[in-house]
């Protein structure tokens, strides 16, 4: 489980960065940090190394506009990885210029569908049950993805980050 759970995670990293060459507008990275170890059952902040069930892990993900373009329409995702769940809440998204920190102007979406579709929480399904269609409350420990959308104009030299946690299924 641990060592599917870290290949998991460097396939994450990667899957974050493809396409991203010195050429593109966006230079994007990856941060990830154990933020809770079940083992200790106290608090940290350490470079994520290895997981066991119950840890919370902490993704950053770091968008720069590495070009002299202004650009609208950013949108970035994360992932959820497998043997992992969402930790409702946790999503957040800032801008940061000239080391000021802003939390708006961002839009919050998640999938539970692999991120084939993205909706604004909370998310529904539909079931058939007795010929009658009914609408079920999704779980946030279902969500597979989650999507943020920058609503402002993305300027040269502009920083954006978002974080968002996950813990580790049992």
């Not at 994450?12 to 170890?37: A, H, M, Q, R, T």
């Amino acid at each position: 489980m641990k060592r599917i759970l870290v290949l998991v995670l460097v396939l994450f990293c990667f899957v974050g960065v493809v396409g991203l060459s010195n050429e593109e507008p966006v230079k994007v990275s990856i941060e990830s940090y154990k933020v809770w170890d079940s083992r200790t059952a106290t608090e940290t902040l350490e470079i994520l190394q290895e997981v066991f069930p119950g840890d919370e892990i902490m993704y950053i993900l770091t968008y720069e506009n590495v070009s002299e373009s202004t650009f609208g329409g950013l949108q970035m995702v994360g992932m959820i990885p497998e043997g992992t769940f969402y930790i409702k809440g946790s999503a957040t998204g800032e801008k940061r210029k000239h080391e000021e920190w802003e939390a708006k102007d961002i839009e919050l979406r998640f999938s539970i569908d692999g991120g084939i579709s993205f909706s604004k929480p909370p998310l529904f399904t539909e079931e058939v049950v007795g010929g009658i269609t009914v609408k079920k409350l999704v779980n946030p420990i279902t969500y597979t993805n989650i999507l943020w959308i920058y609503s402002k104009d993305f300027k040269p030299f502009d920083i954006l980050k978002v974080c968002y946690r996950v813990k580790v299924s049992e």
